[in-house]
Structures are given as C-alpha cells and as structure tokens.
C-alpha cells in the first residue's frame, strides 16, 4: 500500500503548455507538501498545506498553483511551462496533531515526479 | 533562517567499512529536529534516522547512528558495516519543533559510493 503517491510518475512536454501533477497520502497525516529537487539534486519547499490551508508559499513564480481539496489530496498546477522547470518535484506529508502540539512528525514523501519541458 | 550544510559532496567507502557523513546546521531555535535522508538511485526519499534536539542521547538504527552535537551545531551520520545498498544520496535535514510553520530544511547532499 502506497503512503504517498504521485501521478504521474513521468511528465514530457513542451514550452507553453500547462500540466498537473497530482498527489494523495493514505496516512492519515494533516500537513501536505512540495518539493522541487533541481538538477543538482538540491531540494527546496515549494509550498505546504495544513488542513487545507496554504501555510507556507515560498517565492515561486505565480505560474505554480497548488490546489488542497482535502487533507489528503495535493495538486500542482503549472501554466505555460518554462525550460528551468524541468525538475523532480516530490510531495510529502507529515502530521503535527498524533502526538500533541509540539511534535512534527517526519515527512513521509512520494516517489517523486520527474518533469522534462522541452 | 535556518542553514543546512553538508561540506563533502560525495564519499566512497569499501563494503564491510564505516564511514560518517557530516552535517553542520545554523538556528536560533532551541527545539527542532535533524533527519537523515537517503535517495538511492529510485528516486525514493527514505527517513534513515531521526534526532529530537531536546534528547542528550544519539540516535542509532541498526548499523546507523548519530553524533549530535548540539553546542557546536553539528550532526554526523555514521555507517557501520557499509553495504552495496548504502549507495545512495544521503540528505540531512532540520525542522523546527511546534509552531505552524514546519518544514524541512534539506543541505545540499553527499553522494555515498560503496565499493565492492
């Protein structure tokens, strides 16, 4: 049983179009996430939900739209895709409430999807 | 802000050896959390260990254990007994404890190569 799960696993296509990426946690879990992990394997917070809130929206282009339609489901949108988004985009959850108000549990992340704008 | 650095870009170590990745983090918070990532070559992002900074004792899974230390901000990850598997991206990470504002803070990664 899939945690975390992204779709789709593998994403081609060309400048100027606009794409999705979705994703689901099965965990139970109140916090959603994404990643992007550039060519260098460096990997940087792009967005977080908790409870379907946006929480935490780090300066990227207006062009990336994440949608929570609840706890369980994160989506990214992308409008008129660029060359530097090609990328491995991961989502992740966690949870804060399992334990009390001061734990954070670790992030449980996806397998990842690996985006080619060409 | 909180910094992660991660200074040796890739490491190798024979089978059956032990080696120890470094990490230095930056932070003004006094609890928070450090992790260990691996990404081997699937892709897959695995929590190898985890790191309450409120826990004087280190943390060890197996053939993996930590050397926090807290004063000097720096958090190693040994491997003891490295196997063929090992081979793989390991990322430390630091998130804050409590607050709204959680997320990860990844350092650039070290590339671990394990020869047979």
């Known amino acids: 049983d899939t945690a975390v799960s992204q779709t789709p696993k593998y994403l081609v296509t060309q400048m100027g179009n606009d794409k999705s990426i979705k994703c689901e946690q099965n965990l139970g879990h109140d916090t959603m996430y994404w990643y992007k992990q550039d060519s260098k394997k460096f990997l940087k917070i792009m967005f977080s939900y908790n409870n379907k809130e946006l929480i935490i929206n780090e300066t990227v282009p207006n062009r990336f739209s994440p949608k929570s339609p609840d706890k369980a489901h994160l989506n990214l949108h992308i409008n008129s895709l660029e060359l530097g988004d090609s990328a491995v985009y991961f989502c992740?959850?966690?949870?804060?409430?399992?334990?009390?108000?001061?734990?954070?549990?670790?992030?449980?992340f996806g397998n990842g999807t690996r985006l080619t704008v060409t | 802000a909180q910094t992660v650095t991660q200074s040796q870009p890739e490491m190798s170590v024979q089978e059956a050896e032990t080696v120890t990745l470094s990490c230095t983090y930056d932070t003004s918070e006094n609890n928070y959390y450090l992790f260990w990532y691996k990404q081997p070559p699937s892709r897959q992002m695995i929590l190898v260990i985890r790191q309450e900074a409120y826990k004087q004792q280190n943390a060890t899974e197996n053939r993996f254990s930590v050397n926090f230390q807290k004063a000097a901000k720096s958090f190693s990850l040994k491997i003891s007994d490295s196997q063929l598997g090992d081979t793989a991206m390991y990322f430390c990470a630091f998130m804050k404890q409590g607050g709204s504002n959680y997320k990860l803070t990844f350092g650039k990664g070290t590339l671990l190569t394990v020869n047979p």
């Open positions: 992740a959850s966690s949870s804060r409430t399992t334990q009390g108000a001061n734990y954070n549990s670790p992030l449980h």
